[in-house]
C-alpha cells in the first residue's frame, strides 16, 4: 500500500471562564500561594461549570481552530478525543463530538484512555491512519474535566488540577508530512500510582481507596518520570536520526514545573527551550500539550517550520513521545485570549 504523508494544520484551544487561584485555594485546605508555587509552578487553574463538560471544552476547542484558519470539519473522516474524564463511560466523547460539530455520520469516532500521553497517543494513532491511507483528514482534540474528579480535601492532588481542551486538525498531504518519529512505552506494574476507582477496586493484588476520586502518588510518578522521560526522548530523537540540539520546542506534560525542571537538567536542555501550559492552566492531563503548543503559537515562540519534540507521560504508567515539524496553514483570524 502507497505511504501517504499526514499533516497538522491547524489547531484550537479552549479553557473555562472560572479561575480557581492559589489564593482560593488557602480558604480551602491547608496550604498557601507560596507553597504551591515553590512545590509546583502553578498559580491558577480553570474550573468547568456544574454542567460544562469535556465534549462541552473540547467543541470549543474545535470551533476556536475552524474559526482562526478558516477550516470545515464537515468532511473529516474519524474523530479520535483523547480523555480520562468522558462525560459518560459511553458512548464515546468522539460521538458525542460528531454531533455537536455536525461532522458526517459516515465518519468514525472513538476515544482514546492512555491519560496524560492520551493527546500524543491520538496524534499516533492519526498519522498512522492517514499514511497508511485509510483515512484523509482527523480530528484529535484531548480535553479533561479533571476537576469534576478531584479531591478538595486532599491538599497534595486538588492544587495540581485544571480543566480545558486543545484540538488540532490532520489531513492528508502529497507534499509534507509533520510526523518525524514517535515512541511508546508501558508500565502497567506502577498503575496503583496514579488511578480512579470504578468497578474495580483492587490493581495488581493491592487495595485502592475507593472514593472515585482521583489517588495520585505524587512522590513515586515524580521518581519515575525522572528516570524515565529523558532516556524516551533520547530514543525519540535517535529513530529520526537527530540530536536534541536540532529541536526548537520541547513539550512535555504539564504535570508540574518542579518534574520537567530536573527532566531538561538531565537532558542538558535550557530550561527556556520547554513548553508547559501549567502556570495559569494546571495539569490538565490531556489537555496540556496543545495547550503549551497554542500557548507558544499565540506568544510567537513558535514559527512556522519548528521541530517540537512533544512528550506525554501518566498513569497506566503510559509514555509517548513524538518528533513533529509544525508547518501549520496561515491563521485568517486572531485567536481569541485564553
Not at 501517504?4 to 484551544?13: V, W
Not at 479553557?15 to 512545590?39: A, F, G, H
Not at 515512541?183 to 493491592?206: D, F, K, P
Request: hydrophobic share 40%; glycine share 8%.
Amino acid at each position: 500500500m502507497e505511504i501517504r504523508h499526514a499533516t497538522i494544520t491547524a489547531i484550537g484551544t479552549f479553557v473555562p471562564e472560572k479561575r480557581l487561584t492559589n489564593y482560593d485555594l488557602e480558604q480551602m485546605v491547608d496550604t498557601s500561594d507560596e507553597w504551591i508555587v515553590q512545590r509546583t509552578g502553578i498559580r491558577e487553574r480553570r474550573i468547568s461549570a456544574p454542567h460544562e463538560y469535556t465534549s462541552d471544552l473540547c467543541a470549543a476547542a474545535v470551533r476556536d481552530l475552524m474559526r482562526r484558519y478558516g477550516k470545515s470539519v464537515n468532511d473529516v473522516d474519524m474523530i479520535i478525543a483523547a480523555t480520562s474524564t468522558p462525560d459518560f463511560p459511553f458512548p464515546s466523547t468522539a460521538s458525542l463530538l460528531q454531533h455537536k460539530l455536525g461532522v458526517s455520520p459516515s465518519t468514525g469516532a472513538m476515544d482514546v484512555s492512555a491519560a496524560c500521553a492520551g493527546f500524543v497517543y491520538g496524534l499516533h494513532l492519526a498519522n498512522g491512519l492517514i499514511a497508511s491511507g485509510l483515512h484523509r483528514k482527523i480530528l484529535v482534540v484531548g480535553g479533561e474535566t479533571l476537576t469534576k474528579i478531584t479531591d478538595y480535601t486532599d491538599r497534595t492532588t486538588c492544587v495540581l488540577f485544571g480543566d480545558g481542551a486543545g484540538a488540532v486538525l490532520i489531513e492528508h498531504d502529497e507534499r509534507r508530512s509533520s510526523f518525524l518519529s514517535s515512541r511508546l512505552s508501558t508500565e502497567g506494574s506502577g498503575g496503583a500510582h496514579v488511578y480512579q476507582t470504578r468497578i474495580a477496586n483492587r490493581m495488581n493484588g493491592i487495595e485502592l481507596i475507593d472514593k472515585q476520586l482521583l489517588v495520585q502518588n505524587g512522590r513515586e510518578v515524580f521518581k519515575w518520570a525522572v528516570r524515565t522521560v529523558p532516556e524516551g526522548v533520547r530514543e525519540v530523537l535517535s529513530n529520526a536520526s537527530l540530536d536534541l540540539g536540532q529541536v526548537d520546542w520541547f513539550v512535555p506534560h504539564s504535570a508540574n514545573l518542579r518534574m520537567i525542571e530536573p527532566i531538561c537538567e538531565r537532558l542538558g536542555l535550557p530550561p527556556e527551550r520547554a513548553l508547559y501550559s501549567l502556570e495559569y492552566f494546571g495539569n490538565t492531563s490531556a489537555a496540556t500539550i496543545p495547550l503549551a503548543l497554542d500557548l507558544g503559537i499565540r506568544a510567537g515562540k513558535i514559527r512556522q517550520g519548528d521541530l517540537a519534540l512533544l512528550y506525554g507521560f501518566g498513569s497506566g504508567l503510559v509514555q509517548a513521545g513524538m518528533l513533529v515539524r509544525l508547518e501549520l496553514d496561515p491563521e485568517i483570524e486572531p485567536p481569541f485570549p485564553l
